[in-house]
């Protein structure tokens, strides 16, 4: 719905007129330019892409992206978190207005939601227990696996992954699960993990700096064999505001034109994660 000005039958009769409303365009966008209020959904525990540091403020490189896009659009960034499944299930009905958090534009998501812009790539990887007797992958044929709920990692195990973004890798389907454990968050799988080899699982399927930040925090795992695939990761939001998405577009792009992203990429993972390598 777009603002525009009007002048009520009562009001010109009245001889009053009313200076008209600025127009922006679709309603996500009007909403956020006047409310100057842009709403990301994200996840408290999914570092070091988003998290609660010691302050208990969200921080990490998606809540970094999510601030940085909030400012080039003139207004200050909320943030709430709710259920993953409940992001990726779309039709937000205006509760949030983007997700900034680490999501693959599949096909499947795509019939329910927009993906304005992909703002870096990550390599799938598999973390088993440093006990683990794995040492490729093949050794996790048969095994319990975990992931987090209706992400792209449980979508490839269960092998029907279908990621049709520009200059994503090919990627084969590498592993056979014995059993596929989903779990709110990747935080969770790791927990189960942690608590030995084969106690709870055999391994977790996750995002590669995911992986290594569970064990610069001391989790003891250890990464197995190659990446299962490389994903790209865009900013998400509910379908119907084509103004919106060419106005977060046009962010993300400058971001990567002016090495913003790459600056973040680099303060949070040590590498630059935002370009296909």
């Known amino acids: 719905m777009k603002v525009t000005g009007f002048i009520s039958a009562s009001l010109f009769a009245a001889g009053i007129v009313l200076t008209p409303i600025v127009a922006f365009a679709g309603a996500t966008l009007d909403r956020v330019m006047a409310e100057k209020q842009l709403v990301m959904s994200s996840d408290p525990a999914y570092p070091p892409q988003s998290f609660l540091n010691d302050n208990n403020e969200m921080d990490g490189f998606d809540v970094d992206v999510g601030r940085e896009i909030a400012k080039r659009l003139g207004v200050e960034l909320k943030i709430i978190t709710p259920a993953w499944e409940v992001i990726t299930a779309g039709n937000w009905q205006g509760r949030w207005d983007m997700s900034v958090g680490s999501m693959t534009p599949t096909t499947q998501r795509a019939e329910v939601l927009d993906f304005p812009a992909i703002y870096y790539y990550v390599p799938a990887a598999f973390a088993v227990h440093k006990d683990s007797s794995a040492q490729s992958l093949a050794d996790l044929n048969g095994k319990t696996i975990g992931v987090c709920g209706g992400c792209t990692y449980?979508?490839?195990?269960?092998?029907?992954?279908?990621?049709?973004?520009?200059?994503t890798p090919e990627f084969t389907y590498d592993v056979d699960a014995g059993e596929i454990r989903s779990y709110e968050t990747d935080t969770n799988a790791f927990d189960d993990l942690r608590l030995g080899d084969g106690t709870r699982l055999d391994a977790v399927m996750s995002a590669l700096p995911t992986i290594m930040e569970a064990i610069k925090n001391n989790y003891p795992l250890r990464v197995v064999g190659e990446p299962g695939f490389y994903e790209p990761l865009a900013v998400a939001t509910d379908k119907g505001d084509d103004e919106f998405n060419a106005k977060i577009a046009e962010a993300v792009q400058a971001m990567h034109d002016d090495g913003t992203l790459a600056a973040l990429s680099e303060k949070w993972y040590g590498v630059d994660y935002t370009t296909v390598k």
């Open 154 to 167: 449980e979508a490839y195990l269960n092998k029907n992954l279908v990621i049709d973004a520009v200059g």
